[in-house]
């Protein structure tokens, strides 16, 4: 059974910067499409990162520049480095992995930018 755990988040000020982690088991995800979603308060959720199975990323617009989404060696880490933090970036971030055309999500964590 494929299972995601997200950390990392919480509560930072206006240009700041956090790291979120999504620690994925029940297989090797190496070869896996992989992959950041955030939500805001009355929003859709919307993708803010994604890494393809090739390595490719690609990135929000409203994001750009500022995040960058990486895979530890092993394939069944991958990360959110948030830099530059704007009050807009709040939401609940969840993780999901594509197993065999499937999506997996996360339970996400909530992160908070203060103005």
């Known amino acids: 059974q494929v299972q995601l755990v997200e950390s990392g988040g919480g509560l930072v000020q206006a240009g700041g910067s956090l790291r979120l982690s999504c620690a994925a088991s029940?297989?090797?995800?190496?070869?896996?499409?992989m992959g950041w979603y955030r939500q805001a308060p009355g929003k859709p959720r919307e993708l803010v990162a994604g890494l393809t199975s090739s390595g490719r990323t690609n990135y929000a617009d409203s994001v750009e520049g500022r995040f960058t989404i990486s895979r530890d060696n092993a394939g069944n880490t991958v990360y959110l480095q948030m830099n530059s933090l704007k009050p807009e970036d709040t939401g609940v971030y969840y993780c999901?992995?594509?197993?065999?055309?499937?999506?997996?999500w996360g339970q996400g964590t909530q992160v908070t930018v203060s103005s």
């Open positions: 999901t992995i594509v197993v065999r055309g499937y999506g997996y």
């Open positions: 029940g297989g090797i995800f190496r070869n896996n499409a």
